[in-house]
């Protein structure tokens, strides 16, 4: 079965950094465009940042100049680095990718979600 293990979320101070990884695992040929998006409570779910796989990124406004993506295409994963972490960034981050699979086709997945706090 294909699925995206997600990690390094966790409670940091306003200012503080955190990197998030998620990592794809499974019959895949290729990985596509991958990114993360965000949810807090209630609140509609918003696209933080994409990669694709010749490494053109984008990021929201909001988090632009703060949080930089990255990939690894060899393993398969998706990282986001977070730094001058705001409380405004608190939040469920779920990785998602598009993935070519082996002997199928393409498709989007998504990871469980990790949650970020950011609070004094």
């Known amino acids: 079965q294909v699925q995206l293990v997600e990690s390094g979320g966790g409670l940091v101070q306003p200012g503080g950094s955190l990197r998030l990884s998620c990592a794809a695992s499974?019959?895949?040929?290729?990985?596509?465009?991958m990114g993360w998006y965000r949810q807090a409570p209630g609140k509609q779910r918003e696209l933080v940042a994409t990669?694709?796989?010749?490494?053109?990124?984008y990021y929201a406004d909001s988090v632009k100049g703060r949080f930089t993506i990255s990939r690894d295409n060899a393993k398969n994963t998706v990282y986001l680095q977070m730094s001058s972490l705001k409380p405004e960034d608190t939040a469920v981050y779920y990785c998602?990718?598009?993935?070519?699979?082996?002997?199928?086709?393409?498709?989007?997945?998504w990871g469980q979600g990790t949650q970020v706090t950011v609070s004094s």
């Open positions: 990669v694709t796989s010749g490494d053109s990124t």
């Open positions: 499974g019959s895949i040929f290729r990985a596509n465009a």
């Open positions: 998602n990718a598009d993935l070519l699979l082996r002997f199928g086709n393409s498709r989007t997945y």
